[in-house]
């Protein structure tokens, strides 16, 4: 059984930049531990003699030639920045 | 109690390819500010990588040049984090099955022959450039994407090197490696080659490591060795307070010359790796292997070592050559026009590179090709020109472009070889310089030397020394 916390939940949210409600936490708390409860299903399976899976078809070495292709004019490139200043695009102040 | 200082790298190399590494937009540093763009590397909606083979190729040497055993089946993972200069807030990266591992480069430091182990080599996407404004109280960043998506190999090494002078070493070595290989061009003012240390210290002899300490924000080598003296320091004076190293990221200051504790937040390092889903396994066949491994050429240290046994350099001398492939390859190349490789090394390592950091020159560019430094060299040989005379042509070659018998002719530098012409030049000199003559006499050995310079100065450097030594020694004692 996977039980999900309060803890875990914020966790999660605040990877993802989400802000939740104490409702929405509990809702979701709720919700998630069922998706990985059914998901657990799945470890019933013996996979121990199982490569894991990589990719989902069996393509592989997908290459392109190292010769340029076209690249956006700047004004097309900055057109869907929510924000921009000059040739840039402009952010909140990043601190370390 | 005496510490033991324990380092390790990580080092971050842009490939030198003509396109990034999952787009064709153009790989330039210094264009205007995202101008080198598109969909794939802006991250928009509904784009999909396609993995550059050149680039792919060329991690590939990098990972066989430094012994690593290739994972013939290699993936690619996605690194999640969000941050300004990432626009698809993960990074394409390789995590479970990294393209080499367990490889080793050999360094020499101190006449000493030392493995640094290798743990991983990978293939990486770049991020692009934060800019931080100046501007007093300002809110904001501003970011250029020029950078994102250019190729980019991570190499880290166990914690094996023991001192500064090692991790000296294995980063001259390294660079040298991706030069020698020409996967990057290692510009390390533009970025294109950057480090990361980890060091602790332990009581020597003890086995178990201690608690370690990531160091960031290095901007040169000298900015690293900085760092991890500052570092060792700090963290001994800690121990020895009796106080624990704490297991933390900081940053270098380069104004205040020390490190500062990064102010980060536990989650940010969960970076929730996974197979990426857009890219392909590349499955690399043995014969794909052997292609590329004859492609590599002699490294730097192998290069270094057949210089003193196979040519009869000093370790030094062979050091300087073999540092830089292009000069290296010019030495050999006069060497195989002349025989005498120490003759040679003497003028590259001495005028030759002097030369080229005078001029701000790179040896591609360097109007005075092997072939021509060797007619210069034998000119020297046959007595035709003198030593100075010959430095004085050469700097003149590098000049006008001209040859070395050109110049000497243009000018009436041959060499004054005649024994009666230097004997009237003796005699002329001794008149002129009586007292020099009464102090050789006296028993002043600098009085020699002294009409010796005023032998050369009246000839313009052309009398043959030996000659003017022989001559003016038979000379004072009759006289």
């Known amino acids: 059984m996977a039980i999900l916390d309060k803890k875990t939940i914020e966790h999660v949210a605040l990877l993802a930049r989400l802000e939740l409600s104490e409702e929405e936490k509990e809702l979701f ?30 393509t592989k070495n ?5 010769t340029p292709g076209p690249s956006l004019k700047l004004e097309e490139a900055l057109k869907n920045a929510p924000d921009k200043l000059q040739d840039f695009f402009k952010v909140l102040k990043v601190i370390e | 109690m005496q510490y033991e200082t324990v ?36 991250g928009l909606p509904g784009v999909l990588p396609v993995m550059n083979k050149k680039g792919f190729e060329m991690a590939l040497k990098a990972t066989l040049a430094l012994h690593c055993r290739v994972n013939q089946f290699t993936t690619f993972d996605r690194k999640n984090y969000y941050y300004p200069d990432l626009p698809k807030n993960y990074q394409i990266s390789q995590n479970y099955l990294n393209l080499g591992v367990d490889g080793y480069l050999e360094i020499k430091y101190d006449g000493q022959e030392k493995r640094i182990r290798v743990h991983n080599v990978h293939l990486e996407e770049e991020a692009g450039k934060l800019i931080h404004t100046e501007e007093p109280g300002a809110d904001y960043s501003l970011v250029d994407f020029n950078r994102a998506g250019v190729p980019l190999l991570e190499i880290v090494t166990y914690p094996d090197m023991r001192s500064l002078e090692e991790a000296e070493a294995y980063m001259n070595t390294l660079r040298n490696v991706l030069l020698y290989t020409e996967v990057s061009d290692c510009k390390m003012q533009e970025g294109s080659l950057r480090f990361e240390a980890s060091i602790s210290l332990r009581p020597t002899g003890q086995e178990k490591l201690g608690n370690r300490v990531e160091i960031k924000n290095l901007n040169s080598m000298k900015a690293v060795l900085k760092a991890l003296e500052y570092e060792t320091g700090r963290q001994r004076e800690s121990l020895e307070g009796g106080g624990v190293v704490a297991m933390e990221t900081r940053l270098w200051d380069e104004l205040r010359e ?23 396994p590349v499955v690399i066949k043995d014969q794909w292997l052997e292609e590329l491994s004859a492609t590599l050429p002699e490294l730097p240290l192998a290069r270094r070592n057949r210089f ?61 090709g ?40 243009e000018r009436g530098l041959l060499q004054i070889s005649d024994s009666a012409e230097l004997e009237g030049i003796i005699q002329a000199i001794l008149t002129e310089n009586p007292n020099a003559l009464t102090d050789y006499k006296k028993g002043k ?20 020394p030996q000659m003017v030594n022989e001559l003016l020694k038979q000379k004072l004692e009759a006289s």
């Open chain 1, 62 to 66: 997908v290459f392109r030639e190292d």
């Open chain 2, 258 to 280: 020390r490190t500062e504790r990064m102010r980060t937040k536990e989650e940010a390092h969960d970076y929730r790796y996974f197979p990426e889903p857009d890219l392909a």
């Open chain 2, 7 to 42: 380092i390790g790298l990580e080092t971050h190399a842009e490939l030198l390819t003509e396109t990034k590494l999952f787009c064709g937009c153009l790989n330039r540093f210094g264009a205007p500010p995202n101008t080198l763009v598109c969909p794939v590397c802006l």
């Open chain 1, 29 to 58: 708390a709720s919700q998630l531990g069922n998706i990985l409860n059914y998901i657990e299903k799945l470890k019933e399976l013996d996979t121990s003699r199982v490569e894991p899976m990589a990719y989902a078809t069996a």
């Open chain 2, 308 to 368: 003193v046994t196979e040519l009869g350099l000093s370790d030094y001398d062979a050091g300087v050559l073999a540092e830089d492939k292009a000069v290296a390859d010019y030495f050999e190349r006069c060497v195989s026009h002349y025989e005498s490789p120490k003759v040679v090394c003497n003028w590259v390592t001495n005028d030759v590179l002097r030369e080229l950091k005078e001029r701000r020159l790179e040896i591609k560019d360097f109007p005075v």
């Open chain 2, 445 to 464: 050995k600098t009085a020699f030397t002294f009409l010796v310079g005023q032998i050369m100065r009246k000839t313009k450097g052309k009398a043959n």
């Open chain 2, 370 to 409: 092997p072939e021509m430094l060797v007619e210069l060299i034998k000119l020297v040989e046959t007595g035709a020109v003198s030593m100075p005379v010959a430095r004085g042509v050469f700097v003149e070659m590098v000049d006008t472009k001209k040859k070395a018998p050109q110049l000497v002719q």
